[in-house]
């Protein structure tokens, strides 16, 4: 092998090296600026339609209300959050996140609960088949209903293209049915998820 062909595979080997680092910044890049995003986008609330179920309203302060089973850490029913109408609520926004929660009130006083948000990205039907596959994010906290409506819950979950519906449903550790009610933050962005 002579010292041109060394030459032209270190040549090779370092544009390969470079191409990798570029791709590397550019991830880099690209997840500060959806951090930049959503840290400084703007945040929607959604309260319930009539009947305590949604679609979501922006115009609503009405909470949407879900109940834990009577039977101890088994979620009760699902609700629907949103039908798939809600979004986007900002004009020129495709995707979204569940941000945060606001409970209202509680039944009973100093219990923990299993709040459960799931969606419909991976193309399930309802709440138990996006739970099933994973499609779903917990929040588990303790309430003071003295306290229950002091400070909102931040929830963890992904970025949603707009039209995702969304379920909660939720679980304490009694057994016995006690109903929870929240209002619910979004925050949208202007690329898909």
Not at 32 to 50: M, N, T, V
Not at 172 to 178: G, M, P
């Amino acid at each position: 092998m002579g010292p041109r062909s060394v030459s032209v595979i270190i040549d090779k080997l370092l544009r390969r090296l470079i191409r990798a680092l570029q791709t590397s910044v550019d991830a880099v890049d690209l997840k500060a600026e959806i951090l930049d995003a959503h840290i400084h986008g703007y945040e929607r609330w959604l309260g319930a339609s009539p009947g305590n179920i949604g679609p979501g309203l922006q115009t609503s302060m009405l909470p949407f209300r879900v109940t834990s089973s009577a039977i101890a850490n088994t979620m009760g029913t699902a609700i629907v959050l949103f039908d798939g109408t809600e979004t986007p609520v900002q004009s020129g926004m495709l995707s979204f996140d569940p941000h945060r929660i606001q409970i209202v009130n509680v039944q009973n006083n100093g219990k923990t609960w299993r709040i459960r948000v799931a969606n419909n990205t991976g193309g399930h039907a309802n709440f138990a088949a996006a739970v099933a596959a994973g499609y779903y994010s917990d929040i588990v906290l303790s309430i003071d209903k003295t306290n229950a409506d002091s400070v909102p819950v931040d929830i963890q979950d992904m970025r949603m293209p707009n039209g995702t519906i969304l379920w909660v449903a939720v679980a304490t550790q009694d057994a016995v049915a006690q109903w929870l009610d929240f209002v619910l933050g979004i925050h949208e962005y202007d690329h898909v998820a």
